[in-house]
Structure formats: structure tokens, C-alpha cells
């Protein structure tokens, strides 16, 4: 009897050990696998080196956006989203890598909220990787999809910024849907800043008043592309430049289209783990 007892009392204590260690932190999401909104306080993907995680973060009981965010701000600081216009329920929603190649976020319903474009893909797994970066990788490593592609309001560090790419601003603070500032490659090659609004659209930035050379760009280039190094200088393809302030490797940083209509680069303190406008 103290035998059967003390078995089954092993038995639970072993279980119990591996839910612990179970239901921890992943670099990657396999395929076939998925993440439930109700695991959102210990079941997140995060990047090898720590500095991202990816998971569902919520604001109350019912508004929940599957997101990757720096894991060390002092308040979450996200970087990108799934649908930021369609948050999902705080109970029963699901992002999965689906058995058809696809990542999937369904709401609780059932209804398909976001999907990646890779259906019938070679897709096994998703990665973070440490640059932020969620990546859909075939068995051989190749990226046959990555959040990179498709920014919201923040561009990161080595994250290529195309013709095909925008930043478009949060609505207002404490509401990720999108906004009306927009950042992006206008017709003639040149980078700028347009207000969106319901009702007028205009170029604010650079001025509207001066012409491209004026302004310091040039047009001619029709390449369209620009990045922010690890350095911290931003280089693009009509000529638009700057640096950080705090110039020089080992800062985390971020590019961000902000809800009052400023494009602002970041730097986080990592003692304070706040962010200084660099
Ligand atoms: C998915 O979209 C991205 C960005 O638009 C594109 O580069 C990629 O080729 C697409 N993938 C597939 C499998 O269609
Ligand atoms: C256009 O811009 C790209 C990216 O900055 C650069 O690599 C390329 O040399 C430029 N082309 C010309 C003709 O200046
Ligand atoms: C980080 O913040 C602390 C406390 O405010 C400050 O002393 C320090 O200089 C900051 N570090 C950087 C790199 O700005």
C-alpha cells in the first residue's frame, strides 16, 4: 500500500516537473503545432539571444494581438503584429502553424483573423530570430516567409525597407489599429512622410514646399530601398541620411512612425530599460 502511494505519488511529482518545463519558452513553433491566447503568460516563442519574444499580448479580457515585442523595455514595446485592426478574444484564439504550410491566427469563433501567403509551401517551422525577425522556414533553413516583409509601425535594425513596404502609425496611444501617418517610397523615389486622414490626405514631410534637391534628395534612384544598420545610421536610396546619436554597436534600437505624425528612432537603456530618443 505505502508502495502504490509513494509511485503514484512520484508519478505525480514527475508530471508535474514536466509541465513546468514544458510549457516554457520556445525559439520555434513546429509545424503542425500552435499557441493558445489563454497560455499568454509562459507560452512564447523567443529569440535565441533573448532581446524578442512573440506570443499574444492582450489589454484587458478581450482584445488580444498576436505580436513580437522587445522582451527587456521596461513596458512592452511591440514591434509588429498579426492584423493590429482585428484583435482576437481572450479565450479560445489560437495562432498555429498549419499542416498546409500556412501560419494561421483564428479568433474564437473560428474565424481566420490573419494567415501568412504560404499555402502548399515546404514550410516546418517558425523561428524568431534575434534580430525580430519571425521567420517560415523550409527543412534546409531557406525563409520562405518573414514578418520583415510586412512592418506595422516600426522598423528594426537590418529590416530591408522596400517599395513594397510602409510604417503606418498606431491610432492613438493604447490603440494599435492603424493610424494616418504614413511613412513610405513616394512614386518618384523619394522617402516621405503623408498624413491619411478620413477625410484630406497630404505630404508633410520632407517640406512640400521645396523640391526634391532642395530638399536634399534625389530622384533619380530608382532602387527604393533603405535600412538602419546596427551602427545606427539610416541610409536610403534617394539620399536621405542620419545617424543616432549614441552612434555604435550593442544598442537596441527602433524606427518608429509615432500616432502624432513623428518619425522617431530609439535607443533602450538597458539599466533603466526605457527608451531614449536617439
Ligand atoms: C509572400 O509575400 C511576400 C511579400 O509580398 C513575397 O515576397 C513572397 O514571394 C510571397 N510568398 C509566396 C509563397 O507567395
Ligand atoms: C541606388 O541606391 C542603392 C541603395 O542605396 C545603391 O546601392 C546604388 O548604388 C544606387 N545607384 C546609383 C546609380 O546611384
Ligand atoms: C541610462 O539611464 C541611467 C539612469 O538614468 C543613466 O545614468 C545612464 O547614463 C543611461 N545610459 C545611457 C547609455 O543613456
Keep these: 500500500m505505502g508502495n502504490l502511494f509513494s509511485s503514484i505519488l512520484l508519478i505525480l511529482l514527475i508530471s508535474f516537473f514536466f509541465s513546468f518545463t514544458t510549457s516554457k519558452t520556445q525559439n520555434f513553433l513546429q509545424r503542425g503545432s500552435s499557441l493558445s491566447v489563454e497560455d499568454d503568460s509562459d507560452d512564447y516563442i523567443t529569440s535565441p539571444d533573448k532581446s524578442f519574444t512573440c506570443g499574444f499580448y492582450?489589454?484587458?479580457?478581450?482584445?488580444?494581438?498576436?505580436?513580437?515585442?522587445?522582451?527587456?523595455?521596461?513596458?512592452?514595446?511591440?514591434?509588429?503584429?498579426?492584423?493590429?485592426?482585428?484583435?482576437?478574444?481572450?479565450?479560445?484564439?489560437?495562432?498555429?502553424?498549419?499542416?498546409?504550410?500556412?501560419?494561421?491566427?483564428?479568433?474564437?469563433?473560428?474565424?481566420?483573423?490573419?494567415?501568412?501567403?504560404?499555402?502548399?509551401?515546404?514550410?516546418?517551422?517558425?523561428?524568431?530570430?534575434?534580430?525580430?525577425?519571425?521567420?517560415?522556414?523550409?527543412?534546409?533553413?531557406?525563409?520562405?516567409?518573414?514578418?520583415?516583409?510586412?512592418?506595422?509601425?516600426?522598423?528594426?535594425?537590418?529590416?530591408?525597407?522596400?517599395?513594397?513596404?510602409?510604417?503606418?502609425?498606431?491610432?492613438?496611444?493604447?490603440?494599435?489599429?492603424?493610424?494616418?501617418?504614413?511613412?513610405?517610397?513616394?512614386?518618384?523615389?523619394?522617402?516621405?512622410?503623408?498624413?491619411?486622414?478620413?477625410?484630406?490626405?497630404?505630404?508633410?514631410?520632407?517640406?512640400?514646399?521645396?523640391?526634391?534637391?532642395?530638399?536634399?534628395?534625389?530622384?533619380?534612384?530608382s532602387s527604393r530601398i533603405a535600412v538602419l544598420d546596427e551602427m545606427g545610421r539610416f541610409l536610403s536610396s534617394d539620399q536621405m541620411s542620419f545617424k543616432a546619436s549614441d552612434m555604435g554597436f550593442g544598442v537596441k534600437r527602433r524606427l518608429t512612425m509615432d500616432y502624432d505624425g513623428n518619425l522617431r528612432l530609439y535607443s533602450l537603456n538597458h539599466s533603466t530599460g526605457l527608451w531614449n530618443i536617439s
Design 58 to 221: 492582450g489589454m484587458g479580457e478581450n482584445a488580444y494581438w498576436f505580436s513580437i515585442w522587445f522582451t527587456n523595455s521596461k513596458e512592452r514595446t511591440v514591434v509588429w503584429m498579426a492584423n493590429r485592426n482585428r484583435p482576437v478574444n481572450g479565450r479560445g484564439s489560437r495562432i498555429s502553424l498549419q499542416r498546409d504550410g500556412t501560419m494561421m491566427l483564428r479568433d474564437a469563433d473560428g474565424s481566420t483573423v490573419w494567415e501568412t501567403n504560404t499555402t502548399s509551401t515546404d514550410v516546418d517551422r517558425a523561428e524568431l530570430l534575434d534580430t525580430g525577425n519571425l521567420v517560415l522556414k523550409d527543412p534546409r533553413g531557406k525563409i520562405l516567409w518573414q514578418s520583415f516583409d510586412f512592418p506595422t509601425d516600426t522598423l528594426l535594425p537590418n529590416q530591408i525597407f522596400t517599395t513594397s513596404t510602409k510604417l503606418i502609425s498606431i491610432l492613438r496611444r493604447g490603440d494599435f489599429s492603424s493610424g494616418y501617418f504614413n511613412f513610405l517610397f513616394d512614386n518618384d523615389n523619394v522617402l516621405r512622410m503623408m498624413y491619411d486622414g478620413p477625410e484630406i490626405s497630404s505630404l508633410y514631410w520632407p517640406n512640400p514646399d521645396w523640391d526634391v534637391f532642395q530638399n536634399g534628395r534625389t530622384n533619380y534612384n
